[in-house]
C-alpha cells in the first residue's frame, strides 16, 4: 500500500525568507512523487514530480523538490518565498508498475507574509 | 487552465433536488477521477474510469452515481443527499501507463446542500 504524510499543516513564511513545505511517503517499491499547488477556489495545479534521474527535480514558478530515498522524503522548496505562493500544497505518490492512481496528502497550508 | 472543464461552477440544492455535474477534459486522456474536497479533510477519491469503465468506487454512497459516456465526459450524478455532502468537487484527467502520469485538475464545483 502506499501512503504519503504531511506532517505540517500550515506553514508561515515571510516574504524573500526560503520556503520548505514537508513530504514523506511510504510504497513497497520505486516511488513517481507529486507536488500539487491550490489556489483558492481553484483546482489542484501540477508543479513538479519526480519519476526518476536527478534527485532535485525543479518546477513551476522557482520551485524544486529534492528526493531523499533514505529518509523517504520529498520536501518542496523556494530559495525566496513571494506573497503570491500563499496556497494549500499538497504531496502526492505513485508506485512504479502499480496502481496509476495517487495517494495525496492531507494538504499544508503556506502563507507568505510580506 | 482550460483542458478540464467544470460546469456547473457552483451549486445550491436542497435535500430533495436532482441535479448532475458536468466534466470534459480536452487533453485527449483516457482515466478520468472524482474528487470530494471538503474543509480541513483529505481529498477523498470518489471514482475512477479508465476507458470509460468504471475501475474504482471508494464505498460512495448510492446517492452519488457517476457516467462516463466517452473518454472525454464525466458526469456526477446527485439526488437525496444530505448537508454533509457540500464541499468542492473536483474532476481530474490523466493518460493512464505505467504510474507517475501528471493529474489534471478542473477548477471544482462549490456544491452547498440546504
Known amino acids: 500500500a502506499q501512503s504519503v504524510a504531511q506532517p505540517e499543516d500550515q506553514v508561515n513564511v515571510a516574504e524573500g525568507n526560503p520556503l520548505t513545505v514537508k513530504c514523506t511517503y511510504s510504497v513497497s517499491g520505486n516511488p513517481y512523487l507529486f507536488w500539487y499547488v491550490q489556489y483558492p477556489n481553484r483546482g489542484l495545479q501540477f508543479l513538479l514530480k519526480y519519476i526518476t534521474g536527478d534527485n532535485l527535480v525543479k518546477g513551476s514558478y522557482g520551485f524544486e523538490a529534492e528526493f531523499n530515498k533514505s529518509q523517504t522524503s520529498f520536501h518542496l522548496k523556494k530559495p525566496s518565498a513571494l506573497v503570491s505562493d500563499s496556497a494549500l500544497y499538497f504531496c502526492?505518490?505513485?508506485?512504479?508498475?502499480?496502481?496509476?492512481?495517487?495517494?495525496f496528502g492531507r494538504g499544508t497550508s503556506l502563507i507568505v507574509h510580506p | 487552465e482550460t483542458g478540464v472543464t467544470q460546469t456547473p461552477r457552483h451549486l445550491v440544492m436542497g435535500m430533495t433536488n436532482k441535479k448532475s455535474l458536468k466534466c470534459e477534459q480536452h487533453l485527449g486522456h483516457n482515466a478520468m477521477y472524482w474528487y470530494k474536497q471538503s474543509a480541513k479533510k483529505p481529498l477523498e477519491l470518489m471514482f475512477v474510469?479508465?476507458?470509460?469503465?468504471?475501475?474504482e468506487n471508494n464505498s460512495v454512497p448510492s446517492r452519488f452515481s457517476p457516467e462516463c459516456p466517452n473518454s472525454s465526459h464525466l458526469f456526477l450524478h446527485l439526488h437525496t443527499l444530505q448537508p454533509e455532502d457540500s464541499a468542492l468537487y473536483l474532476c481530474a484527467s490523466s493518460q493512464e501507463g505505467q504510474g507517475g502520469e501528471t493529474q489534471y485538475f478542473g477548477p471544482g464545483t462549490r456544491l452547498l446542500v440546504l
Open positions: 502526492a505518490v505513485t508506485e512504479g508498475g502499480g496502481s496509476y492512481i495517487p495517494t
Open positions: 474510469y479508465n476507458f470509460k469503465e468504471q475501475t
